[in-house]
């Protein structure tokens, strides 16, 4: 895959599981999920080195969401349950809860991040939220920010507290839609995270050779 393909492709990932996690899903976003399109593009997820185990797992859950007779408000319910009541009641999906930080620390941090980039928290939510981070890191893509720059985000701000994300998620609903979301933005991050690595790798070792 060329360098441009590769550059589209993290962009669209980091775009859709941001607009994935950020709220309950309407019946349109339902609907779209079903279009022969967007099913091809995830199953195309499978190609990337690593994912193909998480893909097949989301691909699961994301069948079984769709043949419920009252999907929108099941699944409605479930993103309530597993996100917005208080922990421990539910899993907190914002950075500064996390021993990592603090919630006046990374939400700090973040709202100059955001400034920065010409972008704000999304209807008033606090922006330590995994959904806001998300779409940082992808306006960080699509604007082709520096290498260095794109692995400081990831790897400081979300890789430092998402596996714990992950694994709260899936200890509550293992097979369950969004856990499995989470579960495959993580995979798909810790590929990337390594990706980057191996580029700025690159990078120093030219820069050493001149």
Not at 18 to 47: C, M, P, T, V
Not at 98 to 116: C, F, K
Not at 158 to 171: F, K, N, Q
Not at 180 to 194: C, I
Request: glycine share 2%; charged share 25%; hydrophobic share 40%.
């Amino acid at each position: 895959m060329q360098h441009n393909q590769i550059h589209q492709q993290r962009t669209a990932i980091y775009q859709w599981f941001s607009q994935l996690l950020f709220r309950e899903l309407d019946e349109k976003q339902l609907a779209s999920l079903e279009n022969g399109d967007n099913r091809a593009w995830i199953a195309s997820l499978a190609a990337i080195p690593g994912l193909s185990v998480e893909v097949k797992h989301f691909v699961r859950s994301l069948e079984r969401v769709l043949r419920r007779d009252s999907r929108q408000l099941e699944l409605a319910a479930d993103f309530a349950s597993l996100f917005m009541l208080s922990p421990p009641a539910s899993v907190s999906p914002y950075a500064g809860h996390y021993p990592h930080t603090t919630a006046a620390a990374e939400r700090r941090q973040m709202n100059v991040l955001l400034v920065e980039q010409g972008l704000a928290a999304r209807e008033n939510e606090s922006s330590d939220h995994i959904a806001v981070q998300l779409a940082l890191m992808a306006r960080m893509v699509a604007k082709e920010e520096k290498l260095s720059t794109q692995y400081y985000f990831l790897h400081h701000h979300i890789m430092c507290w998402a596996s714990l994300l992950r694994d709260s998620c899936l200890a509550r609903d293992e097979e369950g839609f969004y856990p499995q979301a989470v579960n495959l933005v993580v995979r798909f991050m810790r590929e990337d995270e390594q990706y980057l690595e191996s580029l700025l790798m690159d990078d120093f070792y030219l820069s050493s050779q001149r």
